[in-house]
């Protein structure tokens, strides 16, 4: 069974910097590029990073380029997103979806929420 499990959410004054990770197992996590989406209150999901099987190729989404990086540990079957310089919009259920391009499968989400 495919499982997702996401960590580190938490609230963050704007500025700020949290690591979400998401630990994997029931599938060959070195096999697969994974991203994170997120979907804010009232809206729609927004795919916010991938990356490839390898790791040496990343994309982030315009909204958060050069504040989130995206990593993962194909030794341990993590996947992270490191997210600086947090904003009021930035607020959101992070997820982390197997695949790139379709997402088959997606964790249960973690709340991230930045506010002063």
């Known amino acids: 069974e495919v499982q997702l499990v996401e960590s580190g959410g938490g609230m963050v004054q704007p500025g700020g910097s949290l690591r979400l990770s998401c630990a994997t197992s029931?599938?060959?996590?070195?096999?697969?590029?994974m991203s994170w989406v997120r979907q804010a209150p009232g809206k729609g999901p927004e795919w916010v990073s991938s990356?490839?099987?390898?790791?040496?190729?990343?994309y982030y989404a315009d909204s958060v380029k050069g504040r989130f990086t995206i990593s993962r540990d194909n030794a341990k079957n993590t996947l992270y997103l490191q997210m600086n310089s947090l904003k009021p919009e930035d607020t959101a259920l992070y997820y982390c979806?197997?695949?790139?391009?379709?997402?088959?499968?997606w964790g249960q989400g973690t709340q991230v929420t930045v506010s002063s």
């Open positions: 990356i490839n099987m390898g790791g040496g190729t990343t």
């Open positions: 979806a197997r695949g790139s391009i379709y997402f088959p499968f």
């Open positions: 029931g599938f060959t996590f070195s096999s697969y590029d």
